[in-house]
């Protein structure tokens, strides 16, 4: 049996998405003879595979990189999903959004450093101006809330995949959970 | 037109970095710098809120350690309630940040790095992954899995969720433990133990495959800080700073968390969104000082628990002074852990653990407050101000991956100098490139959060700028 092509990915979160699925634990193992991770923080590959059956996406779209990968991965992938709320509505990331990017900025690099201050930017991708949830850029195929989801929501999304169906998690796990 | 090679992103960490190196007309490496490509601003987005709101949002600074925020925000906020608090909750705080150091450490050795470690540094890139490990070494993956559920599930029996629990509040915590609960872990303890100490035998025995990478795995002098307790013993809750020179030497002790802006100063780096903390007494650059596991073995007297004191020794022995080889990283870590579950089980012992008094209540007392911990890869500290009603007007943080930077870029340009060649590229030179990040453990959306997800793809570039040589890592 070929084995399904998974790619995951994080966006401007703070990876408990990704911790929640290691939450997997035991059931990672079996999973990893159904699947294979081609792309991801997990694995070492650099670029987007072209064909990608399954991706995973966590965080919010916060910059010009983000929504580069975003759309990327859109393209390249048969399955689309956004995984935990910050993907799904932008969540704690959005709480920047009541700050001119330019005054996050100077508070982080101005106020509260001692020496050089200044903001950063060689190099380093700018921020844009909002931070917002996924599907606001891209078609979203499955949508899994929670702060992070629950290892046993990931899972069961993830095995309804496996069969081809689209799987209803509302009953494992709810924004804010 | 200089010739750089860029590793972009920089995976099996935490958190978004690309790493340039920089090459000379012979290709020579003359520079390499790790950059933190992502922002998120927590400092200025909580203003305006009220602070008994900080522990759940600071929380998610961190997905990886986010019992470590939610601890140093407690604590800041217990100062601005100006609250001594319950005995029973300072015990079961220390559990709940013990059970994260011990899932975060595992996490580290056994997910992100066991694939350096035990499939090799020029392993092919498709199975140079805990996926790979898993085929392998299927025995040793597993007790790796175990080993970070057994910290996870202290977390959720504590704490009602493995990752992101509300149940550290300012002034204590919102539940005491129950007894089925503490008898469930502690039943636990001795395989905890046992894979913990196999974990180090296996560390000592392939120690003798990686000559090289310890010699240069940012291998030199530095200052190393940390919290020690009132005995100079390894301690993650409380406890004062202490800095360490690389010959062992004690440069200052008993410092006050209170007063780390006396101590501790912030550079802004023009290429990365991670800031440089350095020891302020001796100035950037000189006041380069390292934290974490690695840090905090050199600068207690003691570990203070008895398996983990037997391996310390050993461990000690490995520098005349201070052992300043970040790839002993690894080492200190499974340390840790053995440390950790011993104190776990010596805590939820305590005959007051069980009580249920666990929490205080105020109101603003304060209108400033610092909390300091030290999580799994060093000390963090939260530093607030609240107006009379309670909210935020100011935050500071300075996180524990941040204290490492200057030592990081030091580490990454002494691996590049030392592995890669410019005229013949090898990806496992590379690799070595982003292992000795590893070494560290960085957060990095923790400490920023970053961007920039190209293919690695190195390009040579003449004197000229005519291509000279061309590799890609994507298969
Ligand atoms: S949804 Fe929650 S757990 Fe997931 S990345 Fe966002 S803050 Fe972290």
Request: charged share 25%; hydrophobic share 40%.
């Amino acid at each position: 049996m070929t084995k399904l092509r998974l790619a995951t990915t994080w966006l401007d979160g703070c990876s408990g998405c990704h911790m929640s699925f290691l939450d997997m634990d035991e059931l990672l193992v079996d999973l990893a003879g159904q699947i294979e991770v081609v792309y991801g923080p997990l694995v070492d590959r650099k670029d987007v595979p072209e064909e990608i059956d399954i991706a995973l996406v966590e965080g919010a779209v916060s910059s010009e990189h983000d929504l580069e990968l975003v759309r990327k991965l859109r393209a390249n992938s048969r399955i689309l999903v956004s995984l935990g709320d910050c993907a799904v509505t932008s969540n704690v990331p959005a709480m920047r959004n009541h700050f001119p990017v330019k005054q996050v900025l100077e508070c982080g690099y101005q106020q509260n450093a001692d020496r050089n201050q200044s903001i950063p930017s060689d190099v380093i991708p700018a921020l844009l101006p909002q931070t917002r949830p996924i599907h606001e850029y891209i078609p979203v195929d499955v949508f899994i809330p929670g702060c992070p989801p629950c290892a046993k929501a990931i899972h069961f999304a993830l095995a309804a995949l496996l069969k081809g169906e689209t799987p209803d998690v509302h009953e494992l796990t709810r924004f804010g959970a | 037109m200089p010739k750089t090679i860029h590793i972009d992103p920089v995976t099996r960490i935490e958190g978004h970095a690309k790493i340039t190196i920089h090459l000379d007309d012979k290709g020579r490496v003359n520079d390499a710098r790790f950059h933190v490509t992502q922002f998120r601003g927590f400092e200025k987005m909580v203003e305006g809120r009220p602070f008994t709101e900080m522990p759940s949002v600071m929380a998610r600074i961190c997905g990886i350690c986010p019992v470590s925020h939610l601890i140093a925000s407690s604590k800041a906020c217990d100062r601005i309630l100006a609250v001594q608090i319950p005995t029973t909750a300072i015990l079961l705080r220390r559990v709940l940040n013990l059970a994260q150091l011990v899932q975060s450490h595992a996490l580290n050795f056994f997910h992100l790095s066991a694939p350096d470690l035990l499939l090799g540094m020029d392993a092919p890139v498709d199975e140079r992954n805990v996926f790979g490990v898993m085929q392998k070494h299927p025995e040793l993956a597993k007790k790796g899995i175990w080993l970070r559920k057994f910290g996870q599930e202290i977390i959720e029996w504590l704490g009602g969720k493995r990752i992101h629990p509300a149940w550290v509040v300012p002034g204590g915590v919102n539940a005491p433990l129950a007894s089925d609960k503490r008898d469930a872990i502690l039943k636990r303890i001795p395989e905890a133990i046992q894979i913990t100490r196999d974990a180090l035998d296996l560390y000592k025995r392939i120690l003798d495959d990686f000559p090289e990478e310890t010699r240069t795995f940012a291998n030199f002098p530095s200052l190393f800080m940390g919290l020690v307790n009132d005995k100079n013993e390894l301690e993650h809750y409380s406890g004062t700073f202490r800095f360490i020179d690389a010959a062992g030497h004690i440069v200052a002790d008993r410092v006050s968390p209170r007063d780390y802006a006396r101590y501790i100063a912030e550079s802004v780096e023009p290429d990365s969104y991670l800031k440089s903390p350095y020891y302020k007494p001796m100035g950037y650059e000189n006041g380069m000082y390292r934290v974490g596991p690695l840090a905090r073995l050199n600068i207690v007297d003691r570990c203070g628990t008895p398996l983990a004191d037997e391996e310390w020794a050993e461990f000690r022995s490995l520098g005349r002074g201070a052992v300043l080889s970040s790839f002993h990283y690894h080492f200190a870590r499974l340390i840790e852990i053995l440390f950790g579950i011993e104190m776990i089980e010596r805590l939820l012992n305590e005959p007051d653990i069980l009580s249920k008094d666990v929490r205080a209540v105020a109101r603003v007392n304060n209108h400033e407050g610092i909390g300091v911990s030290e999580a799994p890869r060093g000390t963090l500290i939260h530093h607030y101000k609240v107006d009379e009603h309670g909210l935020m007007t100011w935050a500071n943080l300075i996180i524990a991956t941040g204290h490492n930077n200057l030592a990081m870029n030091r580490g990454v340009l002494q691996v590049a100098k030392h592995f890669v060649d410019g005229k013949n590229i090898q990806e496992g030179m590379l690799n070595r490139v982003e292992a000795v990040v590893r070494a560290f453990d960085p957060c990095l959306s923790c400490s920023t959060h970053a961007v920039g997800q190209m293919p690695l793809r190195v390009e040579l570039y003449g004197a000229e700028g005519e291509l000279l040589d061309r590799k890609e890592r994507a298969s």
